[in-house]
């Protein structure tokens, strides 16, 4: 089966957060299993674009309302990511050094699908499936379905994967004529609450709809910024699909951004150097456990109460551990953790940046990592952590909850809290404190978390199985696999607006 992911971010080109790594990731484990898995992105100006070698593949023009633009495509040419990737160059408006967080980013978005689409559709053939992530890539399913332009695309199946749904994409209608022109009786299948809405489009027009957990689908039906209506409404197409992580590039005892490699029986050594050298660098104490954080420092994260619960802890627990905090975001934020470094008694440094080799360098490092999120669709950080035997300190809640269980509990091996509070991030920390000071349960719980299997393998099958439901049936008979579902593949939700 041949299937087209289109993104905003794909691991090494350009990645924010997590969208990035699971985009790098699932295609090649697809494509694995024996499926085409192609990816589609913007060309941004990044380091990946320069170092590597390009094939021009095709060009076009198109527009997005009366601004007429001219697209290329252009493949890299040796497949060493484990999948062929796309990158769509629109001269001015995509070729930028960040992915997102320009005030055009809603015309940049839209040109971007919309150059995309005209792409595919003048293709030969039809790929299988079109797999969107996210808002910046959610109108793509509506545009398959009503431009008049791209009718001959219709039956294409697309699935959204919601990463987060949080950040929508929501425009003014004024700004409706960037689409291609579309038939004016399905307006409603853009709008959300009198606004255009990409996220909520993408859910009515796909013909699945996933999320990166199951806990995480089940909480969006109470809390989705405002679509949790949508949601309920919407609940039969929707399923929740946890995220792998990819176990080639997170793997310690082969990771090419740190020095010291180990492996299940070497972790305790191989943490300790790697605990070293962060020590070193940060003037933190080898002696006392090693908390960290590395995330972006926004609410969604708990970023803002992460300086009040250091300082807490210090205060309430004393001087017992160290902190070492690598993120950015809102800059009060990020002034208040440089501004405890005043404070630090060769236990506490900040490093904000982003950073791909700390941030490997801290998994492997640290004893704890926190993650006290308010909102966590999946999460990464605490998988990653526990290849690397460091002990994620979570809050319980969506993918969270589904990965990580408290050490407390049968079998467990993490620290779990309930609430996003200064209190029980506190009070987490005292647990982690305490569990510190008994070395062979440390050890086992180490050991214990680097052989759960946090692979792409079930994940992928899963995907795979969700796209055979809806191709249409003589398609899905090709496949490998037998196809289980009923005769007929499920239509999307037809016509409704609400
Ligand atoms: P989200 O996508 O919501 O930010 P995830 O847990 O899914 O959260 O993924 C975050 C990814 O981004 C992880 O790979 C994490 O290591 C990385 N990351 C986040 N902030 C930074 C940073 N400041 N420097 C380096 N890597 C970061
Ligand atoms: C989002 C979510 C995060 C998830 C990631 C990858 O950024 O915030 O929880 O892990 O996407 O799916």
């Not at 806990?215 to 929707?238: D, V």
């Not at 993120?327 to 934020?333: A, I, T």
């Not at 909850?401 to 920390?429: L, P, R």
Request: proline share 4%; charged share 25%.
């Amino acid at each position: 089966m041949e299937i087209i992911h289109v993104s905003a971010e794909c691991y090494p080109v350009a990645k924010a957060g997590g969208l990035g790594d699971v985009v790098g990731a699932l295609p090649k484990y697809q494509n694995e299993l024996g499926h085409i898995a192609k990816v589609v992105m913007p060309m941004y100006k990044t380091k990946f674009l320069i170092n590597n070698e390009w094939d021009v593949v095709h060009k076009g023009r198109t527009n997005i309302g009366d601004y007429w633009f001219d697209y290329t495509i252009i493949k890299e040419r040796t497949n060493k990511l484990g999948f062929d990737l796309y990158l769509v160059d629109i001269n001015g408006l995509l070729d930028r050094e960040k992915v997102y967080g320009y005030d055009d980013d809603t015309e940049r978005f839209t040109a971007f699908q919309v150059a995309v689409v005209d792409w595919i559709s003048v293709w030969a053939h039809h790929p299988d499936i079109i797999h969107v992530h996210d808002h910046h890539t959610g109108f793509i399913p509506f545009i398959i379905k009503y431009c008049y332009k791209y009718q001959h695309l219709q039956g294409i199946r697309t699935v959204l994967t919601i990463h987060n749904a949080q950040y929508q994409g929501t425009m003014d209608w004024e700004k409706s004529y960037l689409l291609p022109p579309w038939d004016s009786w399905k307006w409603g299948m853009l709008d959300w609450q009198n606004n255009i809405n990409p996220l909520a489009s993408a859910i009515k027009c796909a013909w699945k709809v996933t999320t990166v957990s199951k806990s995480y689908l089940e909480e969006m039906r109470q809390s989705a910024n405002g679509l949790e209506a949508l949601f309920e409404y919407e609940k039969g197409k929707c399923s929740g699909i946890l995220n792998g992580i990819d176990v080639d590039v997170w793997d310690p005892s082969t990771d090419t951004y740190i020095e010291n490699h180990y492996n299940v029986e070497t972790v305790a050594e191989g943490k300790e150097q790697s605990k070293k050298l962060l020590c070193e660098r940060f003037n933190l104490d080898i002696e006392k456990p090693l908390i960290v954080f590395i995330g972006r420092l926004v609410g969604e994260k708990g970023a803002d109460i992460l300086p009040a619960a250091i300082a807490d802890s210090f205060y309430y627990i004393g001087r017992r551990m160290n902190f070492l905090i690598l993120g950015s975001g809102f800059p009060e934020v990020e002034a208040q953790l440089n501004g405890l470094q005043r404070l630090s008694q060769g236990d506490y440094s900040v490093f904000i940046g982003y950073n791909e080799a700390l941030s490997h360098l801290m998994y492997a490092g640290a004893d704890f990592l926190l993650m006290p999120s308010r909102v966590e669709p999946c999460g990464l950080n605490q998988m990653y952590s526990m290849r690397y035997g460091t002990i994620p300190m979570v809050r319980r809640t969506g993918g969270l909850k589904d990965t990580v269980v408290d050490y407390g509990e049968k079998d467990g091996y993490g620290i779990v809290y309930n609430w996003a509070a200064v209190g029980d991030i506190t009070q987490g920390i005292w647990r982690a404190v305490q569990l510190y000071e008994n070395k062979d349960r440390v050890q086992e719980v180490r050991e214990q978390m680097m052989k759960i299997d946090f692979s792409w393998q079930q994940s992928v099958k899963q995907y795979i199985a969700l796209y055979e439901s809806i191709l249409p049936r003589e398609e899905a008979l090709k496949t490998d696999e037998p196809e289980t579902g009923e005769s007929e593949a499920d239509e999307p939700a037809e016509e409704k607006s609400i």
